[in-house]
């Protein structure tokens, strides 16, 4: 009996081990892609366009002589073959997607940009002409019309805030012109801040990205739109396991506006700020790094007219928390212009709540630099040698009158030479003290701690940016 009992037991505890393995086989298992491509590649569509070729030394042209977007001279390193000089020639660029059954498609801008003629290629392989409705250079995003008799297939738009880092996606388009292309990755990190797109918080994934992929859906496992493949990061020309795309939130966002008056508007605050690094963030009394170092206030901006300053910390926007420099544009650019945001700022030490009525972003300007000449007035514990900041050389400047502090004009040596500084420049602040005069200075220069980060706030062709330093005696 003893013997029957330990081979029952024996018997269920198998049992139980091959179906714990049976459950892990599918707990493993890959998503079911081909699903995904089936249901959501009918409202994929190829984008292609007429456009005439520039002649002029230093343009890139494809291989079949048309002159390549940007964003593909930036990411793909492609060849230079020859132009040829005639009429406009047709280039198969990129993919887009239909958004509503009336034929609204969305795309990158870089796809169509400079496009005498955009051609659609539909999943049926016929193709219709598009019209232009709007577009948006800082975003990367254009919204396309075509006319059809009947319905056409359209994507489900996801919600881009559900996703997490190490959830599948995939994206469908036409690298390489390969039509109906899909690859898979995961979401490899979320709110990526790139430089040359300063208010786009994009989905960084490893999906393979290639030229004509530009401008296409990313999947979620439900067969919703989380993003619009935009970019990849490159050292080589080549695809590196570093792509970007712009997230479903953002883009519906922009389309709404896309759709009322063919561009986007986007809240302005009027500042220039700076990454908080870890010596400045001792500097200005912090805990950790973290927000954005406002570095320069633009004259009757919104800033301005809020009271804000130079060496002011934002650390939150609405509520929103602000932990990177790259975060802060961001957030004050979904902010209708007009609407009140609250701002939570550290200011020499201290936590503050101020309410700013954003702008309207405007387009950006160039601006110009002078220096004055130098004079050999005063030289302190700095190395440099400087003079108070007057109305001459507020105007030889293009400073604003009511910039004080002091101008550096002489001989450069010691700690202002290692910390790169110029004839010209302008300190403004130095260790979290205002300085209106070289008496000011030569006060604060005396004072500064040893071996313990200082900040110095400096103005340099109408620029202004913190650098800090430590001195050794």
Same mark, same amino acid.
């Given at each position: 009996?003893?013997?029957?009992?330990?081979?029952?037991?024996?018997?269920?505890?198998?049992?139980?081990?091959?179906? +714990?393995? /049976?459950?892990?086989?599918?707990?493993? !298992?890959?998503?079911?892609?081909?699903? @995904?491509? !089936? !249901?959501?590649?009918?409202?994929?569509?190829?984008?292609?366009?007429?456009?005439?070729? #520039?002649?002029?030394?230093?343009?890139?042209?494809?291989?079949?002589?048309? &002159? @390549?977007?940007?964003?593909?001279?930036?990411?793909?390193?492609?060849?230079?073959?020859?132009?040829?000089?005639?009429?406009?020639?047709?280039?198969?660029?990129?993919?887009?997607?239909?958004?509503?059954?009336?034929?609204?498609?969305?795309?990158?801008?870089?796809?169509?940009?400079?496009?005498?003629?955009?051609?659609?290629?539909?999943?049926?392989?016929?193709?219709? &002409?598009?019209?232009?409705?709007?577009?948006?250079?800082?975003?990367?995003? $254009? +919204?396309?019309?075509?006319?059809?008799?009947? %319905?056409?297939?359209?994507?489900?738009?996801?919600?881009?805030?559900?996703?997490?880092?190490?959830?599948?996606?995939?994206?469908?388009?036409?690298?390489?012109?390969?039509?109906?292309?899909?690859?898979?990755?995961?979401?490899?990190?979320?709110?990526?801040?790139?430089?040359?797109?300063?208010?786009?918080?994009?989905?960084?994934?490893?999906?393979?990205?290639?030229?004509?992929?530009?401008?296409?859906?990313?999947?979620?496992?439900?067969?919703? *739109?989380?993003?619009?493949?935009?970019?990849?990061?490159?050292?080589?020309?080549?695809?590196?396991?570093?792509?970007? $795309?712009?997230?479903?939130?953002?883009? !519906?966002?922009?389309?709404?506006?896309?759709?009322?008056?063919?561009? /986007?508007?986007?809240?302005?605050?009027?500042?220039?700020?700076?990454?908080?690094?870890?010596?400045?963030?001792?500097?200005?009394?912090?805990?950790?790094?973290?927000?954005?170092?406002?570095?320069?206030?633009?004259?009757?901006?919104?800033?301005?007219? $809020?009271?804000?300053?130079?060496?002011?910390?934002?650390?939150r926007v609405n509520g929103r928390e602000i932990m990177r420099s790259g975060a802060l544009p961001m957030a004050i650019g979904v902010i209708r212009p007009g609407d009140k945001a609250s701002l939570e700022l550290i200011r020499e030490g201290k936590k503050k709540i101020v309410k700013v009525e954003v702008g309207e972003l405007p387009d950006e300007q160039s601006q110009g630099?002078?220096?004055?000449?130098?004079?050999?007035?005063?030289? %302190?514990?700095?190395?440099?040698?400087?003079?108070?900041?007057?109305?001459?050389?507020?105007? #030889?400047?293009?400073?604003?009158?009511? /910039?004080?502090?002091?101008? *550096?004009?002489? &001989?450069?040596?010691?700690?202002?030479?290692?910390?790169?500084?110029?004839?010209?420049?302008?300190?403004?602040?130095? %260790? %979290?003290?205002?300085?209106?005069?070289?008496?000011?200075?030569?006060? *604060? /220069?005396?004072?500064?701690?040893?071996?313990?980060?200082?900040?110095?706030? *400096?103005?340099?062709?109408?620029?202004?940016?913190?650098?800090?330093?430590? @001195?050794?005696?």
């Amino acid at each position: 009996m003893n013997r029957v009992n330990l081979l029952f037991r024996n018997f269920i505890y198998f049992l139980s081990l091959s179906l +714990l393995s /049976v459950q892990m086989v599918k707990a493993t !298992e890959l998503p079911d892609f081909n699903r @995904l491509f !089936e !249901e959501a590649s009918p409202a994929v569509v190829n984008i292609s366009t007429l456009a005439t070729p #520039k002649q002029g030394r230093g343009q890139i042209y494809g291989p079949g002589g048309e &002159e @390549l977007p940007e964003i593909f001279r930036r990411y793909f390193g492609l060849p230079m073959p020859e132009a040829p000089s005639g009429k406009p020639q047709p280039m198969s660029l990129g993919s887009g997607f239909i958004i509503s059954n009336d034929g609204y498609i969305l795309t990158n801008n870089h796809v169509v940009q400079g496009a005498d003629k955009i051609i659609v290629r539909l999943h049926d392989r016929s193709e219709k &002409e598009a019209r232009l409705i709007g577009a948006d250079k800082r975003s990367d995003l $254009a +919204l396309l019309k075509i006319d059809s008799n009947v %319905n056409l297939p359209a994507v489900k738009m996801g919600n881009s805030e559900d996703i997490k880092p190490g959830q599948w996606v995939a994206a469908i388009g036409s690298p390489f012109n390969f039509e109906y292309s899909i690859t898979k990755g995961i979401v490899s990190a979320l709110d990526r801040s790139l430089p040359s797109d300063a208010y786009v918080p994009f989905i960084q994934t490893d999906v393979p990205i290639n030229p004509g992929n530009s401008g296409g859906p990313l999947f979620n496992m439900k067969g919703e *739109v989380i993003g619009i493949n935009s970019q990849i990061f490159t050292r080589s020309g080549g695809f590196m396991g570093l792509s970007f $795309a712009i997230p479903s939130d953002h883009v !519906e966002w922009a389309v709404d506006q896309l759709k009322d008056k063919g561009y /986007v508007s986007r809240g302005w605050l009027g500042v220039a700020i700076q990454e908080v690094d870890r010596d400045l963030a001792e500097s200005f009394g912090l805990e950790k790094p973290m927000g954005a170092l406002i570095s320069q206030i633009v004259p009757s901006g919104p800033a301005d007219k $809020a009271k804000l300053q130079p060496g002011d910390i934002i650390t939150r926007v609405n509520g929103r928390e602000i932990m990177r420099s790259g975060a802060l544009p961001m957030a004050i650019g979904v902010i209708r212009p007009g609407d009140k945001a609250s701002l939570e700022l550290i200011r020499e030490g201290k936590k503050k709540i101020v309410k700013v009525e954003v702008g309207e972003l405007p387009d950006e300007q160039s601006q110009g630099s002078e220096r004055p000449q130098s004079s050999d007035i005063k030289k %302190n514990r700095l190395g440099i040698q400087v003079e108070a900041l007057n109305d001459d050389y507020r105007n #030889k400047l293009n400073l604003d009158k009511g /910039v004080k502090g002091v101008v *550096v004009t002489g &001989e450069i040596s010691g700690v202002g030479r290692s910390i790169g500084l110029r004839k010209g420049d302008v300190i403004t602040d130095l %260790n %979290n003290d205002r300085i209106q005069s070289v008496k000011d200075l030569n006060k *604060v /220069v005396a004072d500064l701690p040893v071996d313990r980060p200082v900040s110095m706030r *400096v103005i340099r062709g109408g620029q202004s940016g913190y650098i800090t330093f430590r @001195l050794t005696e």
